[in-house]
């Protein structure tokens, strides 16, 4: 959970998600839907998506234990380098490190490098971890990075290494490390339809192989940026606004569109993909289901 997510975000779900899944062998046995819909609002879905898979791995082929040391953990699927010596040092006191983008930055900056690749990064982290306590060591240099030797204007002159940095004798600290190539980001235009039965139920899908896999939404179908505009003029008192989102590779726009009755003839409203399901919901239920934060504003405009 706190991959990607902050810390204060983090608490409240945490505590729900140990009540609801208790045990290994609970989040096991829960139905993705339940999962995704324990994780809404934490965005990164696919962490949920992982979390609940490697449950059911340890369950099979673990008997419901989890593995103790960082080898045999990476063999869950989910869990990658970062995850497992963070796991098998704080969890179980194997004498790992546990290199996240914090532990990273130290690092850089401590031996002056300016682009440590994950190899050189784990044998540093590997020559200096604590062998006695390994987890404390791991999260005292986690919360080095992010309290103090911070990506920005970091507190040179209250940090407990400062005389063992080699970036802030040699006077480089900004320039450690170099920053990682940006992800292009695209920008998409999309057409969200609120759809209404006779019985003034709402139709919800459920999303197959692509962004946001097994959330529900409204459907949807991306339109070039010409045709978004035509939307907004063309639907009338039909078009109720639209909701901005930014996801790791894509700013999206959604254009809301209500289809109650007939709309204007040729109105651009793109092509729907392929659902995994589709289900008509009272209004009052359509909170239930696993919504993202953008579907979440969507429904909020509709009502």
């Not at 098998?88 to 490098?113: C, H, K, M, Q, Y």
């Amino acid at each position: 959970m706190l991959q990607q997510t902050r810390v204060e975000t983090v608490v409240p779900y945490w505590e729900r998600w140990l009540d609801l899944f208790p045990t290994v062998e609970a989040l096991a046995q829960a139905e993705e839907a339940e999962v995704l819909k324990a994780w809404e609002g934490l965005g990164y879905y696919s962490r949920a998506r992982n979390l609940h898979r490697g449950a059911a791995f340890v369950q099979e082929s673990h008997g419901g234990r989890v593995p103790s040391t960082a080898e045999s953990l990476r063999g869950v699927p989910g869990i990658g380098p970062y995850t497992s010596g963070a796991i098998a040092s704080i969890a179980f006191g194997e004498a790992v490190p546990a290199v996240d983008g914090n532990v990273r930055r130290v690092f850089a900056r401590l031996f002056d490098e300016r682009a440590p690749s994950p190899r050189q990064l784990e044998v540093w982290g590997a020559e200096l971890v604590d062998p006695d306590r390994p987890g404390d060591f791991n999260q005292a240099v986690m919360e080095l990075g992010a309290t103090v030797c911070t990506p920005r204007n970091p507190a040179c002159a209250r940090c407990p290494v400062a005389g063992a940095c080699g970036a802030y004798a040699n006077g480089t600290v900004a320039e450690r490390p170099a920053p990682k190539k940006r992800t292009k980001v695209r920008v998409g235009a999309f057409v969200t339809r609120i759809e209404r039965d006779e019985a003034g139920r709402v139709r919800m899908v459920r999303r197959g192989a692509s962004l946001l896999q097994g959330m529900w939404s409204f459907p949807e179908a991306e339109v070039t940026l010409e045709e978004a505009d035509r939307i907004t003029v063309e639907a009338g008192p039909n078009y109720l606004g639209a909701v901005d989102h930014v996801y790791s590779h894509l700013r999206a726009r959604y254009h809301v569109v209500r289809v109650d009755g007939e709309l204007p003839e040729g109105l651009p409203l793109g092509e729907e993909p392929a659902w995994a399901e589709e289900r008509w919901v009272e209004g009052d239920n359509v909170g239930e289901l696993a919504l993202s934060k953008a579907q979440q504003r969507v429904w909020e405009m509709a009502r």
